[in-house]
Each structure stands twice: as C-alpha cells, then as structure tokens.
C-alpha cells in the first residue's frame, strides 16, 4: 500500500510516499480502506518531535518516532476486522482515530471507530473525530454548559473553534465566537449569536462577561481571560505552540494553574479521551443537522506534506483534509472553503 512515512524528526521534508506493508490487525482491531483523514496540530508536534520532554512517550521515540506513519483521524471502509470484532463487519462506512491515517490502510481498534454519518462524506466525517471530541469533551464534560448560559469561544473559526461554537449552540448557550476579520462570516454561519473581529476589538475590555470559555488562540495573558469571566466561570485554555521547544505550552499552564488557585472562577485542563460513546454523539448530532464540519481546504495523499504546512502556517478556516482513496473523491455536503 501507499502511505506517507516520516524515518526522522523534522519538517515537512521528512514526509515520504512509500509503498508498505499493510498494518495487521489484532483480535479486537478493524482494518480500514482510508477514504480520508485530517491534519491534527499532534500531527505536527510528532512530525517535529515537539515537544522534546514528550519523546519518551508511546507515540514519540527519543531519536525518531516509533511509528513512521502520521495520522489520526480517519474515516473509511471496514476492509477487515479481527476474531474478536463485534461492532462491524466487512463494507461497513466507518469514522474515527487509528494510528497512520496518512495511508491507504489503517489499523483502529474497534473502540475507536463508529459508524459514518449518513449524511457526510469520508472527507467531512474524518474531518471529525478529533476536533468534534475536544470540542464536546470541553463543552459537555468539563464546563457543563447549560442552556441560557454565555460561552465565549477564542479561534471560532478553527478546526476545534467551528465544531465547539456549534456543539455550545446546541447545549442551548448563548454563544460568542472571537475571529479574524476574514471568518466573521462563516463563524455567523454555523450559529453564532455574536460573533467579534479580534483585530478591531479586544474581548476582555468590553466589560462582558461569560460563564465559560474556550481559549484556542493562547495569545491573551490569563489575567485578561479571567477579567473577561464571571465570578464563578470557567476557563479551559485549548491552545498553545511550540515557542518553548522543550514543555510546548506547559509553561502556561502550570501559570494558570497557580492564577486560578486563589480565585473562585475555575480552570478546566483536560487531555481529550478517545471513546466510541462521544463518537456515536457526534454522529448523531450530525444527522440531526445540529453540527456540520467545515473544510478549508483538501489535499491528495501525495500532498501530504504541504497538506500539515497548511494546517500549522496558514490559520485555517475549520479542518484539513486528506483524500485518500478514490470513495472520497465525491462532493461535499457542508462548507468548504478553498
């Protein structure tokens, strides 16, 4: 099979079409035709070996990475599945995490995949799982948005920002999302009740306050966050780049760690949890037409390299896509942008 394969750390460069093997399966594994994957910032930090206290972790390797094929996110064909599979079978359309999506067959344990979206595309459902999850886990499971409730959103337009604005919509929250002047739109789009231009208007000293928010962007000192929070909010800071080569955005973290000690407002810090529940929910929100993903731009298996430079230089507008296989090649059913 064709996959994308990376033998050291370093930039995009690395990235190689290779002919491989086909991964094998194990008892409770799946075997899945890739019809597409997405771009993942860990798709990057791997890619890089950032950050470098990371790299005695399963998915890193002190000098290279253990596994030479990048790539989580996933949605396919069911091509195989072990003796001990019950959730699926042979032809069975399928989306979720596996490891090495950047190929023509991937590898997921049956815990990890779920059954596509009838409504979706392969290139829209494996824009997904890991934003749809983050998103939800954030919202839903640590700051229990209720309905009525203001959530602000800091990067709406993003691969997370776009499913998290939607998913906040429907916990019933008032919802406003924070972009760049070129997004306005398309955050309007998707439901937001507000929708502010960040080059034209700082959040934090327009004397709203929100019970929750979701900070993408990590570009905002977290006094300002807090100052923008009510008494009793809630603040999961999302975002974070790689400028400390070494803890990444461990630095501050453990800042706000130490800031919200003494406050009554709160700190939600999480690592999201891949689980066949909340996937199932986000296919059924989909089919509910609560959520839609929303796609910058599409790349082909050879692209790859300039497909994860994109994703990490050029700001995009939702997820980014890899088609792999010729069942992706069909049209979308929700917002594209190119």
């Avoid at 597409?36 to 470098?52: F, T």
């Avoid at 398309?186 to 080059?199: K, P, Q």
């Avoid at 792999?324 to 594209?336: F, K, L, N, P, R």
Wanted: proline fraction near 5%; hydrophobic fraction near 40%.
């Amino acid at each position: 099979m064709k996959a994308v394969v990376q033998s050291e750390y370093g930039s995009a460069e690395v990235l190689k079409l290779q002919v491989i093997d086909r991964p094998e399966i194990g008892e409770h594994d799946v075997l899945v035709r890739v019809g597409a994957a997405s771009v993942n910032p860990g798709d990057w930090a791997i890619m890089n070996g950032l950050p470098y206290i990371a790299r005695p972790a399963p998915l890193y390797g002190l000098r290279k990475p253990r596994h030479g094929v990048r790539g989580t996110d996933v949605a396919g064909v069911v091509d195989a599945v072990g003796t001990g599979v019950t959730r699926f079978r042979p032809g069975d359309e399928v989306f979720g995490w596996c490891r090495g999506s950047f190929a023509e067959y991937a590898a997921a344990s049956e815990e990890r995949l779920a059954l596509k979206p009838a409504n979706l595309s392969f290139k829209q459902a494996a824009a997904v799982p890991m934003a749809g999850t983050v998103a939800l886990q954030a919202l839903r499971d640590h700051g229990n948005v209720q309905p009525g409730q203001k959530v602000l959103v800091n990067g709406a337009s993003g691969g997370i920002g776009t499913f998290a604005v939607q998913i906040a919509k429907s916990l019933g929250a008032e919802v406003t999302g924070v972009c760049s002047s070129a997004s306005l739109e398309l955050v309007s789009s998707i439901g937001a009740d507000h929708v502010i231009d960040y080059t034209k208007e700082d959040f934090t000293r327009n004397g709203e306050r929100y019970d929750f928010i979701l900070d993408n962007a990590a570009k905002l000192p977290l006094s300002s966050l807090r100052r923008a929070l009510t008494p009793q909010g809630m603040l999961v800071p999302n975002g974070g780049g790689f400028e400390h080569r070494w803890v990444a955005s461990g630095g501050r973290l453990i800042g706000a760690m130490v800031s919200f000690r003494f406050v009554s407002q709160s700190l939600g810090r999480f690592l999201v949890a891949q689980k066949h529940e909340d996937l199932t929910t986000l296919a059924e929100m989909i089919e509910a037409g609560e959520i839609r993903p929303v796609i910058d731009r599409t790349y082909s298996l050879a692209d790859t390299p300039q497909a994860v430079e994109h994703m990490e230089r050029g700001h995009p507008r939702g997820k980014v896509v890899i088609a792999v296989d010729q069942i992706a090649a069909g049209g979308e059913t929700g917002t594209t942008h190119d």
